[in-house]
């Protein structure tokens, strides 16, 4: 993409700001004048003072102060304004990730590794902070104080003036302009080696226990080194450049302020009109070295920018629109030849596949991993839509539902059930007011759950995450389990609801979920014949195929 479209989308969130914008900026200038003010007026009275003329060094002094305090005060404000205004737009930029995250739905994130996302939403959303803060002010605290010193400055010569004027806009513009487009792959690599260090991380987080089992300590820790010295490589080619930037900037400073002092003596210009003009050189270049130094830190800035310019700009595989329908119970659910294939692949997942079930029924569906049993759940969650074929619901197709319509729709329990870090109850309740903790207990009870909760030294208050032993993988599903009575949905589709439970806890849940649920349309996906018994129907998925059992 190009820069020109990264930066105008940038710029489109400060519109709120303009005020405090303009308000930095203003004082930016003013604390970038009293700093030149100074030298200047410090040069100017020296002299006056060789020259013999009365100078009053009480009011000298006096405004010398001033011009100290005034520098102060600008500069401390003008960064206030600047970093209250990059902050305000952080937290409201990571509001348009979630809100992205959410538009684009979980079938695209399925494709995301965690490592990738974790960086967009947390260290890119921060490296814009550079932007937002270091760039768009300091620009136009540049223009506005080098337009001063310029005017300053032609009232002595014009030519000295024009000198000047060209060594700022080398460092300022033109420097930084050619480095940042020879370098612009520096902050790609940079930022594609701290994702792939990031992966390696919450990979290896993630799987302490196989790593151990396997005895993998070895082969991980190399990975991770591997991946730590490409990071370590791209950084240092990364402060090399901008250690270049600098001392090239520096150097430009140097020769800028050299042929003022040759072009005024050659022309044979006033020694006065030389000096100030060497003051004001070595004085007036602060703000464009602050911007030339930009260039570097940009290469990373930008590159986060893009990644996330393509999170929020990127196509959901369905679009929820608006619709007065809106469903309250769930009467028949009808399939009529279903067929699907991933956007990614040729191969049909899903090939002619039809059903129905009608309210207080239940279908159960077996079928070999990988055979699209879970697909076609989604595709009752609409993660994606089918490439042909009917969904419906009550009579209505599926797509003409509402995204908050569905939900409240459909009770889904996957195989994975994510914990957050909270009470237990609120894990189960999902912090909704409506549910009492009458609710809270009964579905913990239905859920095999209640006892266990209750041997814990806070019983349903427990935070999970101070727990002194880790949550096991059946304790979690009953969690989900709970949650999913809690919810109380019309349409309950469960997929591998008791994997991870024994097959004595695995009857009892199911018999008081037969019970509880006896009035609801259940599909139940599992490869297991015990949890598939409680379905009057069972059905078996193969090769996109779905047959009587």
């Known amino acids: 993409m190009k820069d020109s479209t990264l930066i105008f989308w940038l710029l489109s969130f400060t519109k709120p700001f303009k005020g405090k914008m303009s308000l930095a900026i203003l004082l930016g200038i003013i604390s970038n004048l009293a700093v030149v003010a100074i030298p200047v007026i410090s040069t100017l009275t020296l002299l006056c003072l060789i020259a013999g003329d009365a100078v009053y060094l009480s009011v000298i002094l006096a405004v010398l102060i001033g011009c100290g305090i005034l520098r102060g005060v600008a500069r401390y404000l003008e960064q206030y304004q600047n970093h209250d205004i990059a902050f305000s737009l952080l937290a409201h930029i990571r509001g348009e990730i979630f809100a992205a995250l959410r538009k684009i739905g979980p079938a695209r994130l399925t494709g995301k590794n965690s490592g990738e996302l974790i960086t967009s939403i947390s260290t890119d959303v921060e490296a814009l902070e550079v932007f937002f803060a270091h760039t768009i002010s300091p620009v136009f605290i540049t223009l506005g104080t080098t337009l001063v010193t310029f005017i300053f400055l032609v009232r002595y010569d014009l030519g000295l003036a024009l000198v000047l004027l060209a060594g700022q806009l080398l460092i300022g513009g033109i420097i930084p302009f050619i480095s940042y487009r020879k370098n612009l792959q520096i902050g790609d690599d940079y930022k594609k080696a701290f994702v792939q260090v990031n992966q390696t991380i919450m990979e290896n987080a993630n799987s302490l226990k196989d790593i151990a089992q396997f005895h993998l300590e070895k082969t991980r820790l190399e990975k991770l080194k591997a991946d730590s010295n490409i990071l370590n490589h791209e950084n240092r080619r990364r402060i090399f450049q901008g250690n270049s930037l600098q001392l090239l900037s520096e150097l430009v400073v140097i020769g800028t302020t050299l042929c003022v002092f040759y072009f005024g003596s050659s022309r044979g210009l006033s020694m006065n009109t030389i000096v100030i003009s060497v003051v004001l050189s070595l004085s007036s270049f602060g703000p464009v070295l602050a911007l030339g130094n930009l260039g570097n830190a940009l290469l990373t800035t930008f590159s986060s920018g893009r990644r996330l310019y393509q999170l929020v700009h990127e196509e959901p595989f369905v679009e929820f629109e608006e619709s007065t329908e809106s469903l309250a119970t769930v009467e028949n659910l009808q399939a ?207 090769n996109g195929q779905l047959k009587n059992k």
């Open 336 to 542: 009529e030849n279903l067929s699907f294939h991933y956007p990614a692949t040729d191969k049909a997942v899903l090939e002619n596949i039809s059903f129905e079930l009608n309210k207080g029924q239940s279908i159960g569906i077996s079928g070999e991993s990988g055979s699209g049993k879970s697909t076609l759940l989604k595709l009752l969650m609409r993660y994606w839509d089918p490439d042909s074929g009917k969904l419906t619901i009550n009579g209505l197709p599926l797509s003409s539902l509402e995204e908050e319509s569905l939900h409240q729709l459909e009770g889904v329990m996957e195989q994975s059930t994510f914990l957050f870090e909270d009470t237990i109850a609120n894990n189960i309740s999902l912090k909704r007011t409506d549910v009492s903790q009458a609710a809270i207990e009964e579905a913990a009870k239905a859920a095999a759950l209640h006892d266990w909760i209750l041997s814990l030294p806070e019983g349903y208050e427990t935070q999970l995450s101070k727990l002194s032993r880790s949550i096991s993988d059946g304790e979690r599903q009953r969690i989900g389990l709970a949650r999913l009575l809690v919810y109380d949905a019309p349409l309950i589709l469960l997929d591998e609801p008791t994997s991870n439970l024994d097959y004595v806890n695995e009857q009892a849940i199911l018999a008081s979920f037969k019970e509880k649920l006896q009035d609801k349309p259940i599909i139940l996906v599992s490869h297991r014949d015990s949890t598939l018994k409680i379905a009057e129907k069972q059905l078996h998925l193969e």
